[in-house]
């Protein structure tokens, strides 16, 4: 029996301090409403909601019939007030996240070939040295102080400078990389977007001269590996590398810094967990993997457009209407997952969905597990047992719309 397309709105406030206390119950609500249902969300209005596993995987799948790019679905943009937004924020926001069909194929191509040159899993050790340095760093305030936040002690300088030095970018720059990337974090309405628009501006003037510096075969990284790939393959525009670049950035070390949290807090709340690691290093992979499907930093997927009228999971959408992908609830399906509410790190069989599927798979994944598995060992192995400064009920989590992610993550010495 097919639903009818206009119900009621289903009350959905992934920004609520309950949410994020207690996701497990409000996605069992959703779920129990129906595996595709409507809702509201902030800055995009009203859009579909898929809830199941089987639903969000056959959602990420179908790239024919849910489109990223507008323009393929008779619309114009999802974002209202744009004339008010940075024009520098439109250049690096077309990248290949929001092409469909040969274009996002072209671009991902360019894009794999130049990460296959980089050859992800040879930067392991690598990887650890930065980890070990820069929590030496953080151990440095906690002597110090007494304390550390090891969100902006650790987890997030971490990252990025890992994400720097695979593009080639001076890791002397990083400073500059916080200080423009920080106030992406709190962003929930396009009014908030005007308050970032002088950093924008500043970044992209920084990357079209590292960008330039690759064009003249002076630069190094993965920057350096996108000239020569275009070079040799398909000639990319400038706004194109503007774009790719800004995106591998951006994307190659937020969502780690959430995900490194969000582990922490993990580990922080289960002794047992600390002590079999520390015994047994081989369960940081699977430990990773079940912190990417219990509490994944990315809750939902970025809005897709029915290119033409269909029946989807029983339900009639007509073309142009929004749709997204709620990972967390599918990632919570029972259908899919036994006690999803309960942390398991002898799950089998864990094919979360924090790093969706289908063409838009995240390029980064191999990188973030990485980068978390590093930072874990590392932490771990300066403190075996970390004392929260704060009750574990109470953890300090962001509003970020679309995002499960802590504000501060702090550890104290007694």
Same mark, same amino acid.
């Given at each position: 029996?097919?639903? &009818?397309? /206009?119900?009621?709105?289903?009350?959905?406030?992934?920004?609520?301090? &309950?949410?994020?206390?207690?996701?497990?119950?409000?996605?069992?609500?959703?779920?129990?409403?129906?595996? $595709?249902? /409507?809702?509201?969300?902030?800055?995009?209005? @009203?859009?579909? *909601? $898929?809830?199941?596993? #089987?639903?969000?995987? *056959?959602?990420?799948?179908?790239?024919?019939?849910?489109?990223?790019?507008?323009?393929?679905?008779?619309?114009?943009?999802?974002?209202?007030?744009?004339?008010?937004?940075? /024009?520098?924020?439109?250049?690096?926001?077309?990248?290949?996240?929001?092409?469909?069909?040969?274009?996002?194929?072209?671009?991902?191509?360019?894009?794999?070939?130049?990460?296959?040159?980089?050859?992800?899993?040879?930067?392991?050790?690598?990887?650890?040295?930065?980890?070990?340095?820069?929590?030496?760093?953080?151990?440095?305030?906690?002597?110090?102080?007494?304390? $550390?936040?090891?969100?902006?002690?650790?987890?997030?300088?971490?990252?990025?400078?890992?994400?720097?030095?695979?593009?080639?970018?001076?890791?002397?720059?990083?400073?500059k990389f916080i200080n423009w990337f920080k106030p992406f974090s709190t962003v929930n309405s396009v009014f908030g977007v005007l308050k970032i628009a002088k950093g924008i501006k500043q970044l992209s003037k920084y990357l079209?001269?590292?960008?330039?510096?690759?064009?003249? !075969?002076?630069?190094?990284?993965?920057?350096?590996?996108?000239?020569?790939?275009?070079?040799? $393959?398909?000639?990319?525009?400038? #706004?194109?590398?503007?774009?790719?670049?800004?995106?591998?950035? *951006?994307?190659? !070390?937020?969502?780690?810094?959430?995900?490194?949290?969000?582990?922490?807090?993990?580990?922080?709340?289960?002794?047992?967990?600390?002590?079999?690691?520390?015994?047994?290093?081989?369960?940081?992979?699977?430990?990773?993997?079940?912190?990417?499907?219990?509490?994944?930093?990315?809750?939902?997927?970025?809005?897709?457009?029915?290119? &033409?009228?269909?029946? =989807?999971?029983?339900?009639?959408?007509?073309?142009?209407?929004?749709?997204?992908?709620?990972?967390?609830?599918?990632?919570?399906?029972?259908?899919? =997952?036994?006690?999803?509410?309960?942390?398991?790190?002898?799950?089998?069989?864990?094919?979360?969905?924090?790093?969706?599927?289908?063409? !838009?798979?995240?390029?980064?994944?191999?990188?973030?597990?990485?980068?978390?598995?590093?930072?874990? &060992?590392?932490?771990?192995?300066?403190?075996?047992?970390?004392?929260?400064?704060?009750?574990?009920?109470?953890?300090?989590?962001? @509003?970020?719309?679309?995002?499960?992610?802590?504000?501060?993550?702090?550890?104290?010495?007694?």
């Amino acid at each position: 029996m097919i639903q &009818k397309t /206009r119900e009621s709105l289903v009350k959905l406030n992934l920004s609520d301090p &309950k949410y994020r206390v207690d996701p497990w119950s409000e996605f069992t609500r959703l779920r129990q409403k129906g595996s $595709v249902i /409507r809702i509201k969300m902030p800055m995009i209005g @009203k859009v579909w *909601a $898929v809830t199941t596993y #089987q639903g969000v995987s *056959a959602f990420l799948k179908d790239h024919d019939q849910f489109v990223r790019d507008p323009s393929n679905a008779g619309r114009t943009s999802l974002i209202p007030y744009q004339w008010l937004l940075p /024009r520098s924020l439109f250049s690096f926001a077309n990248n290949m996240l929001g092409a469909d069909g040969l274009k996002h194929r072209r671009l991902r191509s360019l894009v794999d070939r130049a990460f296959l040159a980089r050859n992800i899993d040879s930067l392991e050790s690598r990887i650890d040295q930065i980890a070990r340095r820069q929590l030496s760093s953080a151990s440095q305030v906690m002597i110090a102080e007494g304390k $550390v936040d090891l969100l902006h002690q650790f987890a997030l300088p971490f990252p990025l400078t890992v994400i720097c030095e695979l593009l080639g970018l001076p890791v002397s720059d990083r400073p500059k990389f916080i200080n423009w990337f920080k106030p992406f974090s709190t962003v929930n309405s396009v009014f908030g977007v005007l308050k970032i628009a002088k950093g924008i501006k500043q970044l992209s003037k920084y990357l079209q001269n590292q960008i330039r510096l690759a064009r003249q !075969h002076s630069g190094s990284g993965l920057i350096q590996d996108l000239v020569d790939v275009e070079n040799e $393959v398909d000639p990319l525009s400038d #706004q194109e590398l503007l774009a790719m670049v800004f995106l591998l950035l *951006a994307a190659g !070390h937020e969502t780690t810094v959430h995900l490194i949290c969000n582990a922490i807090l993990v580990l922080l709340e289960n002794q047992n967990l600390r002590h079999q690691l520390a015994n047994d290093e081989s369960l940081l992979s699977p430990l990773v993997d079940e912190v990417l499907r219990y509490c994944t930093p990315v809750q939902i997927t970025k809005p897709r457009y029915v290119a &033409k009228d269909t029946v =989807f999971e029983r339900v009639n959408l007509n073309k142009g209407e929004l749709v997204i992908g709620l990972l967390a609830s599918a990632n919570y399906d029972p259908a899919r =997952f036994d006690d999803p509410c309960v942390f398991d790190l002898q799950r089998q069989r864990n094919q979360h969905l924090a790093f969706g599927m289908g063409p !838009h798979i995240c390029l980064g994944m191999r990188l973030a597990k990485l980068e978390c598995m590093s930072a874990i &060992k590392a932490l771990l192995d300066n403190w075996p047992d970390p004392i929260p400064a704060f009750e574990l009920s109470q953890a300090d989590w962001s @509003k970020r719309l679309g995002m499960r992610s802590l504000k501060s993550l702090v550890i104290s010495s007694s």
